[in-house]
Nanobody, 125 residues
Framework: QVQLVESGGGLVQAGGSLRLSCAASGGTFSSYTMGWFRQAPGKEREFVAAFTWRFPRTYYADSEKGRFTISGDNAKNTVYLQMNSLKPEDTAVYYC??????????????????WGQGTQVTVSS
């Protein structure tokens, strides 16, 4: 049973940084695609970034390019989302997701099979 556990959320001022972590267990993640999504109050869940351990590749939503970095530690089965230059509009619950489909350009919720419980990120102005 694949389990994903996010951590690292919190309250930060605009312009600050946070690093989210997603600890994965119960699968052979070297062949998985890992993703980060977020959902702001009253809005639909949206894609943030994706990562594959195999032939490491990354993909980002346009609004996060240059500010967010997704990476992984294969030995720890942990995926990270480094978020810099945070803005109030980045406030959301951030979710980690995983799928056994190996494709770093997966951006739709239905393309992911496993989800974490989410971690709250609040950016104050």
């Amino acid at each position: 049973q694949v389990q994903l556990v996010e951590s690292g959320g919190g309250l930060v001022q605009a312009g600050g940084s946070l690093r989210l972590s997603c600890a994965a267990s119960g699968g052979t993640f070297s062949s998985y695609t890992m993703g980060w999504f977020r959902q702001a109050p009253g809005k639909e869940r949206e894609f943030v970034a994706a990562f594959t351990w195999r032939f490491p590749r990354t993909y980002y939503a346009d609004s996060e390019k240059g500010r967010f970095t997704i990476s992984g530690d294969n030995a720890k089965n942990t995926v990270y989302l480094q978020m810099n230059s945070l803005k109030p509009e980045d406030t959301a619950v951030y979710y980690c997701a995983a799928t056994s489909r190996l494709n770093y350009r997966l951006t739709r919720q239905y393309e992911y099979d496993y989800w974490g419980q989410g971690t709250q990120v609040t950016v104050s102005s």
